[in-house]
């Protein structure tokens, strides 16, 4: 990955990567409009959009990026607003790509390209808190809904995903979750990767990944499902993890003996599949694609969000401590093939663009 083109202006709230062709190029180019981006600030934001476009480009595709830094304030999107129809006009792009409702609200001006939105999750299915989602969640997917109606084609990561848009917009949506790291993430010796860490060698350790100050990732049902198993195996520990670089995620699976993911909700949760890739136990609440990913496979379990329906499933994980099943399971969501599908909905895209339909 390129360091920042200082090229684009927009002060600090606007950055701009370029990812080149890897490999054989294929002559083709576009342009991905995101606000989460992995940056000096935040290392770790957006890591997920950040592995798409650098599987696009060893797939032989220019990549370029435009992230906006909304967590600075709505300013941010402003700047992309008055920016993007400049930038989207100055290159040979093929089509723009807009990952999240709040960017694909700032990037409707930029219709005159085949405008491919990707929609990640709470954009669509609300930010729930311990008492429901909140007004200012709810207004905002109403939006995103109808700003959908504007994409060329849209991609969801999950089937319930795709049930949140207008009926009307199913055919020309596509259910693509995010792809996995098949050689970042894989089973490696346990002791090797705690001492990386520098934890103790010994013990049971259920990993969380993730904000902890987050409602919506519920890090309260990890603990009291942790205190739970503690009281009787007092050597088995919970781990929050939070803030961490990417590079160090693959490390932080091969060290624990089962992630625990007590999610409210989420669209196609990409840790659950790095954990199956690097073939550790999950117990998860039945979130976004997770029932489907887990379905059948040993040693992972989905369990209703309660700490009494989790504590035992953390403790079979925890026997277990590998689950050899999940990482076939998850091949198929490879980088590599999610990115040949993603350039065939690219086509498709494209194609209904010179149709001069939306």
């Known amino acids: 990955m390129s360091g920042a083109v200082a090229a684009v202006p927009g002060g600090e709230s606007i950055g701009f990567e370029r990812l080149a062709a890897e490999g054989e190029p294929r002559g083709r180019r576009v342009l991905f409009v995101t606000n989460m981006w992995p940056d000096s600030e935040r290392p770790y934001y957006g890591s997920f959009i950040a592995s798409q476009g650098r599987s696009l480009a060893a797939a032989g595709v220019d990549v370029d990026v ?3 830094r909304g967590y600075r304030g709505a300013r ?3 700047s992309a607003l008055r920016r993007l129809p400049r930038l989207a006009g100055a290159a040979p792009y093929e089509l723009v790509h807009v990952h999240y409702g709040h960017t694909a609200a700032a990037g409707i001006g930029i219709c005159r390209r085949p405008l491919v939105v990707s929609f990640c999750g709470g954009d669509l299915l609300g930010e729930p808190r311990e008492d429901g989602i909140t007004r200012k969640s709810q207004v905002e997917v109403a939006v ?5 109606r504007l994409a060329t084609s849209t991609i969801t990561k999950s089937r319930q995903m795709e049930e949140a848009l207008p009926r009307s917009l199913w055919p020309r949506n596509h259910v693509l979750p995010n792809g996995v790291d098949m050689e970042a993430f894989a089973p490696r010796p346990r002791a090797a990767a705690r001492a990386a860490l520098g934890w103790e060698e010994g013990g049971k350790v ?4 993730g904000n902890p100050d987050d409602p919506r990732k519920n890090v309260e049902l990890a603990r009291a499902a942790a205190a739970l198993v503690g009281a009787e195996d007092p050597e088995a520990r919970l781990e929050v993890a939070w803030g961490v670089e990417a590079e160090q995620v693959p490390t ?6 089962c992630l625990v993911f007590p999610s409210r909700s989420e669209g196609s949760p990409n840790v659950v599949k790095e954990a199956m890739a690097s073939a550790l136990p999950v117990v998860s609440t039945p979130v976004g694609d997770v029932e489907e990913r887990l379905e059948g496979v040993a040693n992972c379990f989905v369990r209703p969000p309660e700490a009494e329906a989790f504590a035992p499933a953390l403790r079979q994980a925890l026997a277990a401590g590998e689950a050899p099943q999940a990482r076939s399971a998850v091949e198929r969501l490879g980088i590599g093939a999610v990115a040949e599908q993603l350039l065939a909905i690219y086509d498709e895209a ?9």
């Open 76 to 78: 941010a999107y402003l």
């Open 206 to 209: 259920m990993l969380f990944i």
């Open 66 to 68: 435009l992230y906006v």
């Open 144 to 148: 995103f809904r109808q700003v959908a």
């Open 350 to 358: 494209g194609a209904r663009h010179a149709r001069g339909r939306r």
């Open 252 to 257: 932080l699976m091969n060290a624990a003996d």
